[in-house]
Nanobody, 124 residues
Framework: QVSLVESGGDWVQAGDSLRLSCVAS????????MGWFRHPPGKEREFVAA????????YYAYSVKGRFLISRDNARTTVMLQMNSLDSEDSAVYYC?????????????????WGQGTQVAVSS
């Protein structure tokens, strides 16, 4: 059984910052890659950011690069997403996902484990 629990979603104003967290537990590789995806209203779920199991290699969607920062703790059971300069286009349900292997990347098929999501709403 694998569990991913996201937190930190909120309603904020454009220009504000938010920090999302995802705690992983259960029978999954502690050194596995992890990622954040989001599902904006009326759109398909999309990649946001990912970090490899080594914690050194990161990937970002073009739309968030330079504004968002993904990181993980030393125990590698928690992954964070620092989101700065938020705008209305960032409004979505944000999902944490865990990969089976060390790699991560933007392909949703790499992630067999998913959280329930946390809502982020940005008012312009």
């Amino acid at each position: 059984q694998v569990s991913l629990v996201e937190s930190g979603g909120d309603w904020v104003q454009a220009g504000d910052s938010l920090r999302l967290s995802c705690v992983a537990s259960g029978r999954m590789p502690s050194s596995g890659g992890m990622g954040w995806f989001r599902h904006p209203p009326g759109k398909e779920r999309e990649f946001v950011a990912a970090i490899d199991g080594n914690g050194q290699t990161t990937y970002y969607a073009y739309s968030v690069k330079g504004r968002f920062l993904i990181s993980r703790d030393n125990a590698r059971t928690t992954v964070m997403l620092q989101m700065n300069s938020l705008d209305s286009e960032d409004s979505a349900v944000y999902y944490c996902a865990a990969a089976q292997g060390v790699g991560s990347g933007s392909d949703q098929d790499n992630y067999p484990y998913w959280g329930q999501g946390t809502q982020v709403a940005v008012s312009s």
